[in-house]
Every structure is written in C-alpha cells, then in structure tokens.
C-alpha cells in the first residue's frame, strides 16, 4: 500500500505558474512508476505527464509540452509538476497516480487538487 497526497493547488491567473506536489508514504517510492492526470467537471479524466521510477524518463500529454515539467525527488518521497504558462484550459482537478513495478494499471490514486486559472 501506499498512500499519496497532493498539495500545491489554487487559484492563479494565466500565464502564471504553480508547483504540486505529491507526497508518499507507506512504501519505497522509488517502486512506483508516477503520473499526473486531470478532470475537468464534465470532461473524461486525462493523462498530463509521467515519470519512470528513477526518474530517468518523462512523457507528456501534448497540450503541456514545454509548459509543465515533471520530476521527483525518491530520497524525499514526492513528486512534483512544475506548471508554467497557465491556461484557462487547465482548469482541472490534478490526481497524482502510482504504478506499481510489474503492474499495468496505476493502483494508487490521491485525492486530487484544485487548480484553477482564470482571465
């Protein structure tokens, strides 16, 4: 088991930039592939970015490539999303998902943030 909570959501205008943050306890973090996804009310839930369990690989949803940078610090248990160059578009609730090594689904979730940027 592991458990994560995110951190770092609000309000902020566009242009602008905000950092999350998703903490883990419970199991070696480094055993965790992790991704970021987002749902915006009445929109399907989507992929944002993910990083490898070293680190050592990232990949990421169009939309937010050269915007938003992923990384992690596994000494620290956290994971974060550097998000720059807001849009109104990426209004969502953020979800900060774990893979388990060896499993093809991400099996843990957190409880998801708010972040909002407006005009």
């Known amino acids: 088991q592991v458990q994560l909570v995110e951190s770092g959501g609000g309000l902020v205008q566009a242009g602008g930039s905000l950092r999350l943050s998703c903490a883990a306890s419970g199991r070696t973090f480094s055993d965790f592939a992790v991704a970021w996804f987002r749902r915006d009310p009445g929109k399907e839930r989507e992929f944002v970015a993910r990083?490898?369990?070293?680190?050592?690989?990232?990949y990421y949803q169009d939309s937010v490539k050269g915007r938003f940078t992923i990384s992690r610090d596994n000494a620290k248990d956290v994971v974060f999303l550097q998000m720059d160059s807001l849009k109104l578009e990426d209004t969502a609730v953020y979800y900060c998902?774990?893979?388990?090594?060896?499993?093809?689904?991400?099996?843990?979730w957190g409880q998801g943030i708010q972040v909002t940027v407006s005009s």
């Open positions: 998902a774990a893979q388990p090594t060896g499993s093809n689904e991400y099996e843990y």
């Open positions: 990083i490898s369990r070293s680190g050592g690989h990232t």
